[in-house]
């Protein structure tokens, strides 16, 4: 549930602005044609101005949420040098992950997704990552196609506890690294597939860690992540998800993104309890990036 609500504050922000800069850049479409067809009485070279606008949105929306990121981390490392959500307590039910502000970390509807998940990033066998174990929905699906290991990575003690009290540190494949992925990157190796969830975090985490994805996925590997981003906006939840493979695409990463339907697995009653429905839309889009070699 990545960023769904950590990075509320900062994609609003981030979208403000984003928003701004479209609506400046329809502004020059318009006062173009205008000018064209009043003063010049030229036809309009508006066919330009689709390639700048396709141009400059995704850019001005990408430097500002950079911006915008950086603001909300350093706002978040001064209200949380206490740690933050990995310090306070969580609670467990059958089917959600709570934090202490009764926000949900994680929850069993999103199992469908996992299952999807767990079988894109095993789709080429071998050794898999994944990072925030949560319930452990995706590492249970990742179990079923018997990777040769199976990294996982978990900060939060509570959760960490559990899994060790659920026998997960016994399982012949299973490694799991206790901290932050931010300090266990060390021992990291290099990976077939890897999955990335985590709680409590912005979309700049999220971003550091694609840097490192050069050095973590093996070539022909898969990584995917829960798209979660802005998942209670379809238009927005669209730009972010432009972003992001927009970014992994300078990284050298191609994102397919593929659609699938989660009406059926958000009855009302899902909900009951939580302080923040994260996510709202029909389509779930699930991501699968893959490096792509030019040279081939
Ligand atoms: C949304 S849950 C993961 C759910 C998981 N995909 C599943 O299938 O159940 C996010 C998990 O990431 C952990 N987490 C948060 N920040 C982390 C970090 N920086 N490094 C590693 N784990 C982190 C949280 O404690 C939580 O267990």
New binding site residues.
Partial sequence: ??LSSATTKSSVNFLKLALLGTLFLLLLYLLEILLCRMVTKTPSTFFLIPMWYQFLTPFTGVQAELILGTIARKEKENSHSDGG??VDR?SFSEDK?MDADSKA??MAW??PL?ES?AKAVCSGGGHVL????????????IQQYNPVSHTI????PE??DRMLRNGWGEKENVKILF??????LPQLGSYDGI?F?????YYE?MREFHQHLPKLLKPGGIYSF?NGLCGDNAFFHVVYCNIVSLELENLGYTTQLIPLPVKDCLAEEVWEGVKQKYWQLDTYYLPVCQYTDDSE
């Fill in positions: 549930m990545l959500y990995l969580v992950l970390v994680m999103e199992k996992m998940h994944n990072v925030g174990f949560g319930m452990g929905l995706v590492d249970m699906a990575i978990e900060a939060h959760v960490y901290g932050r992925w931010q300090d266990v999955f969830d985590t709680y409590g975090e985490d829960f």
